[in-house]
């Protein structure tokens, strides 16, 4: 293992005992209270570090396990030795299985396959490195990989590209219980692919983070408003 490798997991542990929550903006908070007490199966798209910033690692705590996918490389020993129960795949998600480059930023949480995204930081002076990388579709991910009776949780945080990735994808066939995705625009004030693609399929808005909107299907999302106490004005 390189330095780069132990530092990874040497993280992982400092944050796995010192945090309540451990993502970016509350994101798993979040999921953690929309989907209760049940226990179910992750595809954690554009996963990064498998404790620090991450949206499923309090989903894993409490027995869920899944896939998780990144374009980095250097994270699957950190996966494997803090996440065993998941499965760590090296690849990129997009609308086609392809062959495509991966732009890779010191700040990791930067790296992109989206052109648009890379040339805005190029633009910012910003140094990467460039490599291909196979690029799988959702649908592929979800065959092959969950278990549909179980409840599913989609996370998808892939810096530019999450309409691109969800534009051929079977709601209908696998119906995530929970939809999580980066947004860095308020969803219901900026027009969205995404948000009119998912709306479009049966889900609505249920929370936003300020970074990451979340959608669950309309009988789920009245389930939780029934589970709720009832208060009298």
Do not use: C
């Amino acid at each position: 293992m390189n330095l780069k490798g132990f530092r990874y997991i040497a993280r992982g542990i400092k944050y796995k005992f010192l945090s309540a929550g451990y993502s970016e903006s509350g994101e798993d908070l979040i999921a953690s209270y929309l989907l209760g007490n049940i226990v179910g199966s992750y595809v954690d798209v554009g996963a990064g570090h498998p404790v620090v910033g991450s949206n499923t690692y309090k989903l894993y705590r409490k027995g869920w396990s899944g896939i998780a996918v990144d374009g980095n490389k250097k994270l699957e020993t950190s996966w494997k030795v803090l996440r065993p129960r998941d499965k760590f795949m090296p690849i990129l998600v997009g609308p086609i299985k392809d062959f495509v480059d991966f732009y890779q930023y010191e700040n990791e949480l930067r790296s992109t396959a989206n052109v648009n995204v890379k040339n805005l930081y190029t633009n910012e002076n910003r140094k990467h490195v460039s490599k291909k990388i196979t690029q799988e579709t959702l649908n592929a991910l979800f065959e092959q990989n969950v278990l549909t009776n179980k409840p599913v949780f989609l996370s998808l945080d892939i810096e530019g590209s999450e309409y691109q990735a969800l534009s051929t994808f079977n709601f209908d066939r696998f119906a995530p219980k929970l939809i999580a995705i980066e947004s860095w625009n308020v969803p219901w004030a900026i027009k969205s692919h995404s948000h009119e693609l998912i709306q479009s399929n049966g889900y609505r808005l249920t929370a936003y983070s300020g970074l990451t909107a979340f959608y669950m299907s309309e009988s789920d999302l009245n389930e939780i408003i029934d589970s709720r106490p009832q208060f009298s004005e």
